[in-house]
């Protein structure tokens, strides 16, 4: 077996002993949960009674107890293409749950939000926090203690962070991610983005745009670029939470409706009652973790997992850093290019080879984690791709060549020899990049910045030509207390704009860039956030001013403001805006007003739940 490299094994022991104390104090919770928590054998009659009322003719069987009951957590809805498919999905798992003698019921549905939809408008200002209205949904819909395993149902960017942070505080069941797939391809996303631009630019109509955006978002599945969304299933894997090869079977097919089947077969075979019990708290480890981070890097996947890996981390007792990202980068090569990295989206990585591939390559380099405690059997289970013959789902061997190396390639031919995502720090605090979709001679932007507290401000400027210059972009007051951290994707196409036409240009913010950021440098998550935290004390991204020359370099890891320090120290902090109000915001002031720095995954409901725990 190949060694593991260095680097991998000094991240992964130092985050094993930084976590030492939470992490046991977790698994005691989950091993306390198991044998005096919530399970059936502890309700009363009249709780089981209405546990099991309208269960039909699984009323019998969950009544005696003597088989293990699924609970189903959904994110079905079907005004969202990507969950769109799950509405039969509970139907399909109660019959195959019962071909292998067990039964299943809907323990509860959780929202599932877009970012597409709300992308630059009022709604994107709830999304991050969805992720933990998620995890408390979840945590309410498994809290009737009717369960002894549970399948997840969800897919897009808050919805499986959010499943994992809920479904962790009952890390003694058994439970499997079970994906629904991509869309199948439509128009090009180059093509795409160049209609985008065009209408940046006034050159194409609104007309011409939205027949773009519709040939590209067609059909049910999820978006079909390698954003966060599909980041998310290519970490479900390299964690073991899929039955393999699961993440990139397109809706619809017999193939998805066998994985679908498996998944239902293979989480009554793992249950505590058995002989292979194979409970999520143990699953997620500082191992299964890592692996997911190296993945993200192979990959070149979404920035959002910068905040949404340490959360999920956190809520298994495990700390995680920028360093450890910025560290992991360094040893892991670039894999894959897939849109907006590359030409191809992720139907054509995954006829590739894909994930499959990804993970014989790291396996066969000692770049991942082998012995991690998946739900299928062990991590080079994962190393294959699920094909049916004769109708009955079977799995083969990745191939041993890329099928298409413009896509994907193997770790002694990388794109990149890092994987592209990088720790930056200073006087501006600390923030991370993605270099993958960026030129090199991109990677370093020194220029005067132009500060905005909205990225509507932004497109004003821009369309006034205020912006035809050199320029470090700066919006602030978008951090996770501040506003509630939206995606700031909605300025792509205007930065884009400008660097095409030779401007070297920089976004530096506090907010999010979502994983289709693309080739314009995006400095983001800069931590501590402009706005005051519960000190008092603004962010130093407060303090800078127009004009100031700011240095964003992911070659030295920085994020600088030149400026004379008597002078920084003798400014005051600029004013916020007053928070907004409308469609539900004022809701979730509670979310902001507790939430943590991004660094830690900017949670208002992990930061009180580690009051207490």
Not at 119 to 131: E, I, V
Not at 175 to 202: C, F, H, T, W
Not at 420 to 446: F, Q, Y
Request: with cysteine; aromatic share 6%; hydrophobic share 45%.
């Amino acid at each position: 077996m190949t060694d593991l490299h260095p680097t991998i094994a000094a991240v992964t022991d130092r985050i094993i002993a930084r976590s030492a104390p939470r992490r046991a104090a977790y698994l005691d919770l989950m091993e306390r949960q198991r044998e005096a928590g919530t399970n059936r054998g502890n309700l009363s009659c009249g709780n089981l009674a209405h546990g099991f009322a309208a269960s039909g003719e699984d009323k019998p069987v969950i009544r005696t107890g003597a088989a293990m009951n699924i609970g189903i957590v959904t994110s079905y809805n079907d005004m969202l293409s990507a969950h769109q498919p799950y509405g039969r999905y509970p139907e399909q798992i109660k019959l195959f749950a019962r071909e292998v003698g067990v039964t299943a019921q809907v323990a509860g549905g959780v929202p599932a939000m877009c970012d597409g939809v709300t992308q630059g408008q009022a709604g994107m200002d709830l999304s991050l926090f969805s992720r933990d209205n998620i995890a408390q949904g979840t945590v309410i819909a498994l809290s009737h203690a009717m369960f002894e395993g549970a399948l997840l149902l969800g897919i897009c960017d808050k919805i499986v962070p959010g499943l994992l942070i809920g479904a962790l505080r009952f890390g003694h069941l058994p439970q499997i991610l079970v994906p629904a797939g991509p869309m199948p391809s439509g128009l090009a996303n180059k093509e795409k983005q160049r209609v985008r631009q065009l209408y940046a630019e006034g050159k194409a109509t609104r007309d011409e745009l939205l027949e773009a955006e519709a040939a590209s978002y067609h059909g049910a599945g999820t978006c079909t670029f390698y954003g966060t969304a599909n980041s998310n299933q290519m970490m479900m894997e390299l964690m073991g939470l899929h039955v393999p090869g699961s993440a990139f079977t397109n809706p619809g097919t017999k193939l998805r409706r066998e994985l679908t089947r498996a998944a239902a077969h293979r989480i009554a075979a793992i249950g505590w009652d058995g002989d292979d019990y194979r409970p999520l708290g143990r699953c997620i480890d500082e191992k299964a973790i890592v692996n997911a981070a190296i993945g993200l890097l192979a990959t070149g996947g979404s920035t959002n997992h910068a905040i949404h890996l340490p959360a999920i981390a956190r809520a298994a007792g495990i700390i995680i850093d920028w360093q450890d990202l910025g560290d992991l980068s360094h040893a892991v090569p670039l894999l894959a290019r897939v849109y907006p990295n590359g030409a191809g989206d992720v139907n054509n990585f995954h006829a590739a080879g894909g994930i499959g591939y990804v993970v014989k390559e790291l396996l066969g380099a000692g770049l991942l984690h082998g012995d991690i405690l998946t739900v299928s059997g062990t991590m080079a289970d994962y190393a294959a791709e699920p094909v049916l013959v004769n109708d009955e789902l079977h799995w083969q061997a990745a191939p041993a060549d890329s099928r298409d190396d413009a896509m994907l390639r193997p770790v002694s031919a990388p794109f990149s020899p890092d994987g592209g995502m990088r720790l930056l720090a200073g006087n501006l605090g600390r923030a991370i990049i993605k270099t993958s979709a960026v030129a090199e001679d991109r990677w370093t932007i020194e220029a005067p910045c132009r500060i905005f507290d909205d990225q509507n401000q932004v497109l004003a400027a821009f369309k006034a030509g205020e912006l035809e210059r050199d320029v470090v972009v700066v919006v602030r007051f978008q951090g996770p207390r501040a506003n509630g951290m939206p995606e700031l994707h909605k300025l792509t196409p205007a930065l884009g704009v400008l660097q095409d036409k030779g401007f070297r240009v920089a976004l530096l913010t506090d907010g999010r860039m979502s994983g289709a950021s693309g080739k314009v440098p995006a400095v983001i998550h800069l931590s501590p956030e402009a706005l005051p935290g519960s000190d008092g004390v603004s962010g130093p991204l407060a303090y800078l001013q127009d004009g100031d020359v700011v240095r964003v370099c992911a070659v030295k890891g920085e994020a600088t403001a030149l400026v004379d320090e008597a002078e920084w120290a003798a400014r005051q902090p600029a004013a916020a805006p007053p928070p907004a109000v409308g469609v539900g915001r004022e809701l979730f002031a509670l979310f902001r007003h507790h939430a943590d720095e991004a660094e830690k995954g900017g949670s208002a409901v992990l930061a009180a739940m580690e009051t207490v725990i």
